[in-house]
């Protein structure tokens, strides 16, 4: 069998399996040997699904042999362990959970199993997505494959971690405030976090509601355009789901840079930008400029104020959608003598620091005396920044933007909440806004992988793949972690 | 900025949460921390502003009123931490 | 009443009333009553991790058909916002309620009490869903020292809340407002508000202040009471032990107390739960409603004649107020009688055979109108066959029996038990002659001025007739004769 099967794209295993070059069966054991070689050192699953996935393998054969299936059919894939597969533990990296089966799929989970996905496993997050490097997972840390010593971002860090070193051709992560953009950035992977309401958020475990969008993590951009084709589009169990059906992300891909005018926003280039990640940025927008597309400097006046808003408005929905981890129809029970008891007994023992200190803050905005102060003013301040894209997207089709201030920082770096939080500051406004926003790699700082990102209007992630797929043509970003040359 | 000892107490019980000494010195500072940046919220004049609770704009998203599964009761209560027959169970509440 | 002469009563009322809607109203579960525990839930109900809620379009309706019915304004935008506490019969430990922008506001009825008439305010109505249940293995909350049980068919159940303005003055008058309040929710298909099941329930608040005084005094608040009569027992308890604290110099505590049905009292609840700060923020998984004034429109519509206004027409169409107020005070009545009057011309006679004949056998025999094989249309021909002459009022009330026991029309029964009464002058002065014939004592007694002696010659022609003689008749023709 081909060894460098870990470095086939999503599209091109397609083929090899309905041309029946290859069998989901083996494509199958292959990965599961290379997690069993590589994730000892990364660590990026929290539960392996062996014996599912290869019956699912011998299903998909089965439909394939018939000559049918589509371009997912026997691919195998991962899922972020905050989205719920029936009756396969899901723990979003909590103790709270930890034995949690849900008896429901997500409806993203439905819609790729349909399509005849391989699911492997259950990734590492940090607990409940919150966080931005996979430090705050209940369990253990997930490792950066360019460097052991380095976090893989977050809180999708598992998802990124397995597809950059080949421990999955694709995973399916979430996005609240950078979550897949930022790891996807840190690993050298490409990561959407699509409009809001674009993929359906049944099943997806939730942190903040109004924030949270699942989206793929791929190797390459066509890749990344064909997952999400797979997973979007409107479900009647998400109130919030768009009544829009998907357009077709791939079919632009090849129309080049060629006329896109894109956007600088200048507010992004100011100190605590790392160099090396300025001149990602630069050389992207230079490269972009070569290939016909008009590149210009934007204003989004209220950037300085996202971080504040999304630390009140996230913290706040987050405190409330976990108050139902009670330990009264799942989750964690500590002995107690009253209920009372009983309740605060088994959060605390349940819940990690990171989670008790947004569900704390939460639970302060929104309380007596501060709702008008904090949470109201926040959710003011989201209209502005709503408005200041509009702005920028009546003059342009995209903006390019860092992915995140820095590369992938080591273990134990950012002790500090706040200077964590600041990490997420180009990625948090897109969330703030419902926005699509895509982030690939484009080459490497200090030997640790770099990303840029394209934010884009709602639903128009169709020319973000073309700008993102542009851009992935003239870079050729091919380096991978050391750790994938194993085979 | 560090937020008091009491109101740490106060938002810890609303929360259902027991924090240890330890983790109480901490919120207090680090809570005060990320209050004192998000007071520069503040500084702008927002009173003619509407605010922004869902980022996509949609109205009267409905069901109709039709019947559908329920689930086994069995299934229901199988991540039941306590349960008594077809009841999940309690500590008394007071 | 003791506190009365001194005080005055300060009362108003939240009612949480059932919706009658097919499901839930985030889920799809069924709302029937009566299930086996836990067998009416989902992952959405059980507030399971990742499950959201999706809006029971029919819950909203009869939210704005309630709106209506109560003389309220209903919201062009209206939305859902989390309450959140904690109580293990909540699944997500927040209940989706409406805070600021309820579905209806500003409304009003009308009560009649021995005080006079009286219009109640309705500040507000407001869709949210209901909890669970907790079955505690002791008496009450407080003496369940083992642990309690929770059955979640309920949870999600939707309600609405309707909110009055604190203008009752007296438990009278709470029991006019919720009688009639209760009734128009009925009419109006709003709520079939099976009491007996706790499909509405009531937390009432109390405060008293001194005869002439405007200001306020401090209020408590009683919550979770589920009938009428425990309503207006509250009221009085709570009244008289404010009273008393009063008359003693004592502040009253604001606090939530609870009815204790066994001991006849309310108790102070006072425990950690006491400190609620409910937290309230629009309910993200929730879009906001725009509700159309074509929306409205058309609820208006679909309302059904509601209570005061089918008083109205009965009272025109010439009844007691007394008879329309008993007919209108059962919506099983109302409807019965409104279906019997489209073949019966005759509407006093009609009500009168309906409210006091038919409900006097109905009682006799422990039934309900619902089940009784009587139909509307029968009733009407019995009516009209006593109208026309062709049975007296008493044999109808013979046949009304025979009908209630079989089912059969009245026509059938007359017909075959020859119940058809004799009108024949001719026949009938024939018999009188005979009568008079074999008894001329009683003719002189009565020629000598003895009334009395008539009725027993009336007796014997009918007893000649078997009684079918048509007695008016009979006594007619006797007069002449004599």
């Known amino acids: 069998m081909d060894m460098r099967l870990s470095e086939c794209s999503v599209a091109e295993l397609g083929r090899l399996l309905r041309e029946r070059e290859l069998s989901a069966a083996e494509l199958t054991e292959y990965y599961l040997e290379r997690i069993e070689r590589l994730d000892p050192a990364v660590r990026a699953y929290i539960s392996v699904l062996a014996d599912d996935a290869r019956s699912r393998a011998r299903g998909a054969d089965a439909t394939l042999s018939e000559g049918a299936g589509g371009p997912l059919t026997g ?14 533990v899901t723990t979003c990296a909590s103790r709270t959970l930890a034995d949690f089966r849900p008896p429901y799929s997500a409806t993203a989970a439905e819609k790729l199993l349909r399509a005849g996905a391989v699911v492997l496993g259950k990734l590492n997050m940090d607990e409940f997505a919150m966080g931005s490097s996979t430090e705050y997972s209940a369990f253990f840390p997930t490792h950066n494959p360019w460097d052991l010593a380095r976090v893989p971002g977050g809180s999708s860090g598992g998802a990124a971690a397995a597809v950059a070193v080949g421990m999955a051709p694709y995973a399916i992560g979430s996005d609240t405030g950078g979550s897949i953009r930022q790891p996807a950035s840190f690993c050298g992977v490409v990561g959407m976090k699509p409009t809001y309401g674009a993929v359906s958020r049944y099943g997806l475990v939730a942190f903040a509601s109004s924030l ?25 169990k998400d109130s919030t789901s768009a009544p829009n059906e998907p357009g077709d992300y791939s079919a632009g891909l090849a129309e080049g840079a060629r006329g896109l005018k894109i956007g600088l926003p200048k507010e992004f280039f100011r100190a605590g930008l790392a160099s090396g990640v300025e001149k990602a940025v630069r050389d992207s927008a230079r490269r972009l400029e070569s290939l016909g597309a008009e590149i210009g400097e934007c204003s989004l006046p209220h950037m300085d104020y996202a971080i504040a808003a999304y630390y009140l408005i996230a913290p ?19 002995p107690a003598a009253d209920m009372i008891d009983m309740f605060q007994a088994s959060r605390s023992a349940g819940f990690g620091p990171e989670v008790k200190r947004r569900v704390m803050l939460g639970t302060y905005a929104l309380s007596a005396g501060y709702y008008d102060a904090y949470y109201l003013q926040a959710q003011k301040l989201r209209t502005l920044i709503r408005q200041d894209y509009e702005r920028v997207f009546a003059a342009y089709d995209v903006i390019l933007s860092p992915t995140a201030p820095t590369a992938a920082y080591r273990f134990g770096e950012m002790s500090d909440p706040l200077s964590m939080y600041m990490g997420d500051i180009y990625t948090i406004p897109v969330n703030l806004a419902g926005l699509p926003a895509i982030s690939l790699p484009v080459g490497l700082t200090d030997g640790m992988p770099v990303g840029v990102q ?16 542009a851009l992935e043509q003239s870079v050729a970003f091919t380096a991978r972690p050391a750790l994938t040359e194993v085979d | 900025m560090s937020i008091s000892a009491a109101e740490v107490e106060r938002v810890a019980f609303l929360a259902r949460l027991h924090l240890t000494a330890a983790e109480k010195e901490d919120y207090a500072r680090q809570l005060g921390a990320v209050l004192s940046y998000a007071d520069r919220l503040r500084e702008l004049d927002l009173s003619a502003v509407e605010p922004t609770a869902h980022a996509t704009p949609l109205f009267n998203v409905l069901r109709e009123d ?29 | 009443m003791a506190y009365g002469d001194r005080y005055e009563m300060v009362c108003g009322i939240e009612t949480h009333a059932e919706m009658a809607t ?80 309820p579905i209806a506001k500003n409304g009003w009825l009308e009560i009649t009490t021995d005080a006079g008439g009286k219009r109640v305010g309705i500040t507000r109505a407001h869709m949210e869903e209901d909890a669970g249940k907790l079955v505690h293995s002791g008496e009450t909350i407080t003496t369940s020292s083992a642990g309690s049980s929770v059955d979640y068919n309920r ?31 009925d ?6 508000c099976k009491l007996e099941q706790g499909s509405v329930r009531f937390d009432v608040n109390l405060s008293l202040r001194p005869k002439g005084r405007a200001e306020l005094g401090t209020r408590t608040e009683m919550k979770n009471l589920n009938s009428l009569s425990a309503v207006r027992r509250c009221l009085e308890y709570e009244a008289e032990r404010q009273a008393g604290v009063l008359d003693g110099g004592g502040q009253i505590i604001q606090e939530t107390r609870t009815w204790d049905e066994g001991r006849e009292m309310t108790l102070s609840l006072r425990s950690k739960e006491e400190a609620h700060d409910y937290r309230y923020f629009p309910e993200p998984d929730l879009m906001p409603l725009r509700i159309s004034p074509a929306w409205v429109e058309s609820m208006r519509r679909a309302l059904p004649e509601l209570p005061e206004a089918r008083r109205e027409r009965l009272i025109g169409l010439g009844l007691s107020a007394y008879d329309a107020g008993v007919i209108i005070a059962d919506k099983d009545l109302a409807l019965y009688f409104d279906e019997a009057l489209k073949t019966c011309p005759d509407v006093k006679t009609l009500a009168n055979w309906l409210t006091s004949e038919l409900y006097g056998l109905l009682n006799a025999r422990g039934e309900s109108l619902a089940a009784c094989q009587i139909r509307p249309a029968a009733l009407a021909a019995l009516v009209n066959l006593i109208k026309q002459g062709a049975i007296s009022g008493k044999m109808g009330k013979t046949v009304l029996e025979m009908m209630a026991d079989t089912g059969r029309d009245p026509e059938d029964i007359v017909r075959a038990e020859k119940m058809t009464q004799i009108s024949d002058a001719a026949e009938l002065s024939a018999l009188v002659d005979e009568v008079l014939a074999n008894n001329p004592k009683s003719a002189d007694d009565y020629r000598g001025g003895k009334e009395q002696a008539l009725g027993f010659l009336v007796g014997q022609v009918m007893r000649l007739t078997r009684g079918q003689a048509n007695p008016a008749l009979v006594n007619r023709i006797l007069k002449e004769k004599l």
């Open chain 2, 66 to 94: 039709a019947p559908g599964e329920s689930m086994e009761r069995e299934l229901a209560l199988a991540n039941a931490p306590e349960r008594a027959d077809g009841f999940f169970a309690v500590p008394r509440i007071v």
């Open chain 1, 316 to 334: 706040a929905e987050c405190s409330s959608n976990l108050a139902r981890y009670d330990g009264v129809r799942y989750g964690l029970r500590a």
């Open chain 3, 187 to 192: 009419y109006a298909g709003v709520s079939d």
């Open chain 1, 75 to 88: 691919v195998p894939a991962a899922l972020k362990d905050n989205i719920c597969l029936a009756g396969a």
């Open chain 3, 22 to 101: 097919k499901t839930k109203i985030f889920c799809a579960c069924s709302t029937e009553f009566g299930a086996a525990e836990n067998t009416h839930v989902c992952p959405v109900c059980l507030g399971l991790p990742g499950t959201l809620p999706v809006l029971n379009r029919e819950a909203v309706n009869l939210a704005i058909k309630a709106g209506l019915a109560l003389n309220c304004e209903i919201a062009s935008t209206s939305k859902f916002d989390r309450k959140n506490y904690y109580y293990p019969d909540l699944p997500k430990n927040y209940q989706t309620s409406q805070y600021d922008l």
């Open chain 3, 155 to 185: 949870a999600g159940v939707p309600l609405l809340e309707i909110v009055s303005e604190p203008d009752l003055r007296s438990p009278e008058e709470a029991l006019a407002y919720l009688t009639s309040l209760v009734r128009i929710l």
């Open chain 1, 454 to 469: 394209f934010i884009g209007r709602h639903f128009e992630e169709a020319l973000l793949y073309r700008a993102a797929f």
């Open chain 1, 212 to 236: 949270d969008q699942i989206g793929p993590l791929t190797r390459t951009v066509a890749d990344n355009a064909l997952v999400l084709a797979a997973i979007a589009g409107h479900d009647p």
